[in-house]
């Protein structure tokens, strides 16, 4: 299957989709990209403190699917699925923070990069041992099913997660409760630096949600409209009672896993041969030719969007990192954690 | 009222809590129309409906994580490990994502995870671990161990009440070995408070779960034989510890010997050890002593188990040596 290869142009508008939500899409596109772009010229400044998590080239991916939720619904973002977190309601300024170690960062310091949730919005918050936010979804969504509430769960994974046993458990739990959990497969080609095919010896990692009796397709990750509609379908089949779906959305890490990496092992052409099939030049070319966008409108979301970006750098630059006392509190719900054992920091000279 | 087991009160007390509250469940294997490997929810099925008691397929990773993600929702589920042993299986998820879930993104993760633990049963080295020491170095996570039947009902109540994840270990030797009458109340017994058990001046020895036993059968040996005057504690709970309790015990008997059944390097022995060394050093008259299983994997034959695991015998010899000291 060839994937990925020019735009497709519908004869209509995907259900779900009105002209005024198209262009929010593009909004949302334009503001992943963008805010990475902004993460990049802090990192260089130092001012991003850890690593930097790049999602170029598959913003459409984690747009395209967060966009088939409703509000009520959960996902779970991988490091690449920034896109995601912005469309259910993320901001900017706390992405910023969050990279920056800001006290008044979603996490207040103690996490990094997109490690950050808000549940109210929908987004949980994931960890980097891969796979684990399978089981955790799947208990979302299992609660979900008890108390009979029409309401979805989304969880990313990549192409290395899924050599991991909590991909597998989950996936199994899911498919055995029967939950309303929708899983989204990013095949960007790489797990740092590990190729697909020394990952998994299956061609199609759809193939790995068949096991499970779980229904199970292969979308191009870099047609947005095309990810929106089958990740629509699978939530609507979640929603009514049809249980998990596996999504594989074909795509392309056009950037090191993170910015320190070299990407040695990724071809100059295999790079500029998915440079050619950009997701959101595609879907800017998509809207002019289908008539749903004028160069006019995709011009004032940009400038929007640099506006609000703008403003999100200069309120981020401007706050304190937090004092390290603040370290302690919060392990337990009801106890804060005993100072004594630290009792030398007392001592007299 | 009659005396009942301490799996009896244990199931008394998650029936109770079932009833009490509907955002508790079960999940685990085996749990639901069969009851439970040892029998523990037999019954519930049937009572509280295959949503409520729910049979998962063999993945405790899978059952601690989906756990994990109804707690965040609100629920109070309540994970059962067939035999604890299995509960590594789980310990990325627990140490990972459970345990660090509150502190890194202020996440509610009111979650029990319990299962039968502990030697003395010919289990083999995979049916009888005591892996308290694994989790007990985890900030995060809050520790059990009940040794009676009282406490095996109070603490399983104060751990699915608890808005923390608490592991609950209970000892299969203990399930059907000890009964009490516990009047049918409804205790909590808090967690991070040890129990004096048996008063005495002259030595205090430090144990819970099935070894306190032990401990107690070789407290009233050295008081027939020798009329020394030992003081036990029940220590219920090992995260948060009493340390106030160990701690003023200490400062009347001035000699301490700790008692656990897991394995000696890296067991919570030693912790106590250095917190009583912090906080009462100048108490001491006698090294602090620890009578704990060699560091081996649990043997199956009953001379090797008992070979590895301590004894009453044990323990009355190491507390002669220090009143003696």
């Known amino acids: 299957m060839k994937m990925g290869a020019g735009a497709?142009?519908?004869?209509?508008?995907?259900?779900?989709?009105?002209?005024?939500?198209?262009?929010?899409?593009?909004?949302?596109?334009?503001?992943?990209?963008?805010?990475?772009?902004?993460?990049?010229?802090?990192?260089?400044?130092?001012?991003?403190?850890?690593?930097?998590?790049?999602?170029?080239?598959?913003?459409?991916?984690?747009?395209?699917?967060?966009?088939?939720?409703?509000?009520?619904?959960?996902?779970?973002?991988?490091?690449?699925?920034?896109?995601?977190?912005?469309?259910?309601?993320?901001?900017?300024?706390?992405?910023?923070?969050?990279?920056?170690?800001?006290?008044?960062?979603?996490?207040?310091?103690?996490?990094?990069?997109?490690?950050?949730?808000?549940?109210?919005?929908?987004?949980?918050?994931?960890?980097?041992?891969?796979?684990?936010?399978?089981?955790?979804?799947?208990?979302?969504?299992?609660?979900?099913?008890?108390?009979?509430?029409?309401?979805?769960?989304?969880?990313?994974?990549?192409?290395?997660?899924?050599?991991?046993?909590?991909?597998?458990?989950?996936?199994?739990?899911?498919?055995?409760?029967?939950?309303?959990?929708?899983?989204?497969?990013?095949?960007?080609?790489?797990?740092?630096?590990?190729?697909?095919?020394?990952?998994?010896?299956?061609?199609?990692?759809?193939?790995?949600?068949?096991?499970?009796?779980?229904?199970?397709?292969?979308?191009?990750?870099?047609?947005?409209?095309?990810?929106?509609?089958?990740?629509?379908?699978?939530?609507?089949?979640?929603?009514?009672?049809?249980?998990?779906?596996?999504?594989?959305?074909?795509?392309?890490?056009?950037?090191?896993?993170?910015?320190?990496?070299?990407?040695?092992?990724?071809?100059?052409?295999?790079?500029?041969?998915?440079?050619?099939?950009?997701?959101?030049?595609?879907?800017?070319?998509?809207?002019?030719?289908?008539?749903?966008?004028?160069?006019?409108?995709?011009?004032?979301?940009?400038?929007?969007?640099?506006?609000?970006?703008?403003?999100?750098?200069?309120?981020?630059?401007?706050?304190?990192?937090?004092?390290?006392?603040?370290?302690?509190?919060?392990?337990?719900?009801?106890?804060?954690?005993?100072?004594?054992?630290?009792?030398?920091?007392?001592?007299?000279? | 009222m009659a005396e009942i087991t301490y799996l009896e009160a244990l199931r008394q007390g998650l029936e109770e809590e079932l009833e009490r509250d509907d955002r508790v469940f079960i999940l685990g294997e085996d749990v639901g129309e069969y009851g439970g490997a040892f029998k523990v929810t037999d019954g519930f099925h049937e009572r509280f409906g295959p949503d409520r008691i729910i049979d998962t397929p063999i993945s405790e990773a899978a059952i601690v994580g989906a756990a994990a993600g109804a707690a965040h929702m609100g629920f109070r589920p309540v994970a059962e490990m067939q035999f604890i042993d299995f509960i590594s299986c789980a310990y990325d998820i627990l140490t990972n994502y459970v345990a660090t879930a509150r502190y890194r993104a202020g996440l509610s993760t009111p979650l029990v995870v319990r299962g039968p633990a502990g030697g003395y049963v010919r289990g083999g080295p995979f049916h009888s671990q005591m892996p308290e020491a694994a989790f007990f170095h985890t900030p995060g996570l809050k520790l059990v161990c009940p040794a009676t039947a009282r406490d095996a009902k109070g603490l399983i109540k104060a751990a699915i009440r608890d808005d923390d994840p608490v592991i609950y270990f209970e000892h299969k030797y203990l399930y059907r070995r000890i009964k009490e009458d516990l009047n049918g109340a409804d205790d909590v017994t808090p967690i991070g408070k040890a129990r004096v058990a048996r008063e005495g001046n002259d030595l205090t020895i430090v144990s819970w779960s099935a070894v306190f036993w032990k401990a107690l059968e070789a407290a009233g040996e050295l008081e027939d034989e020798d009329g020394a005057g030992i003081e036990v504690l029940d220590l219920r709970t090992l995260v948060p510890m009493d340390d106030q309790a160990i701690v003023s015990s200490v400062k009347k008997t001035n000699r301490l010997l700790i008692v656990h059944e897991d394995t000696r390097t890296g067991g919570v022995a030693g912790e106590i050890t250095a917190r009583v060394n912090e906080q009462a050093f100048e108490w001491l008259d006698a090294p602090i002593r620890r009578v704990t299983a060699h560091d081996t994997p649990l043997p199956y034959a009953p001379t090797l188990e008992d070979y590895v695991l301590p004894q009453t015998a044990d323990i009355v010899t190491a507390a002669r040596w220090l009143l003696a000291y």
């Open chain 1, 8 to 349: 497709t142009v519908p004869v209509q508008i995907p259900g779900g989709l009105t002209e005024g939500r198209l262009l929010e899409i593009y909004y949302y596109l334009q503001l992943t990209r963008s805010l990475e772009e902004r993460l990049v010229n802090l990192y260089r400044q130092s001012k991003v403190i850890g690593g930097l998590y790049r999602s170029l080239g598959q913003e459409g991916e984690s747009v395209g699917s967060a966009y088939a939720l409703e509000f009520g619904d959960i996902l779970s973002p991988l490091i690449r699925n920034l896109g995601s977190m912005l469309v259910k309601g993320a901001k900017p300024v706390e992405v910023l923070r969050q990279y920056m170690a800001k006290a008044n960062s979603p996490t207040a310091g103690r996490e990094m990069n997109i490690h950050f949730n808000d549940l109210d919005l929908g987004y949980l918050g994931q960890i980097s041992h891969l796979g684990d936010m399978v089981p955790v979804m799947a208990g979302i969504a299992l609660s979900f099913k008890m108390r009979s509430e029409p309401r979805v769960g989304l969880v990313y994974v990549g192409d290395g997660a899924t050599s991991t046993g909590a991909f597998h458990e989950g996936m199994n739990f899911a498919a055995v409760q029967k939950v309303p959990l929708v899983i989204i497969v990013e095949h960007n080609g790489y797990a740092y630096s590990t190729p697909t095919s020394k990952q998994t010896a299956v061609a199609r990692l759809a193939d790995k949600g068949r096991a499970y009796g779980v229904p199970s397709e292969t979308v191009d990750g870099n047609h947005v409209l095309a990810v929106y509609a089958t990740t629509k379908n699978a939530v609507d089949r979640a929603r009514n009672g049809g249980g998990p779906t596996l999504i594989e959305a074909v795509t392309y890490r056009r950037k090191g896993h993170a910015e320190h990496d070299s990407q040695s092992y990724q071809s100059p052409d295999e790079i500029r041969e998915w440079e050619s099939r950009d997701p959101v030049e595609r879907y800017v070319d998509l809207l002019q030719m289908s008539g749903w966008a004028t160069p006019a409108d995709i011009t004032e979301i940009d400038a929007r969007v640099a506006n609000e970006l703008d403003q999100a750098v200069a309120e981020a630059e401007e706050a304190s990192t937090p004092a390290g006392a603040t370290a302690l509190g919060g392990v337990y719900a009801d106890r804060t954690v005993d100072g004594g054992p630290l009792w030398f920091r007392s001592l007299d000279g």
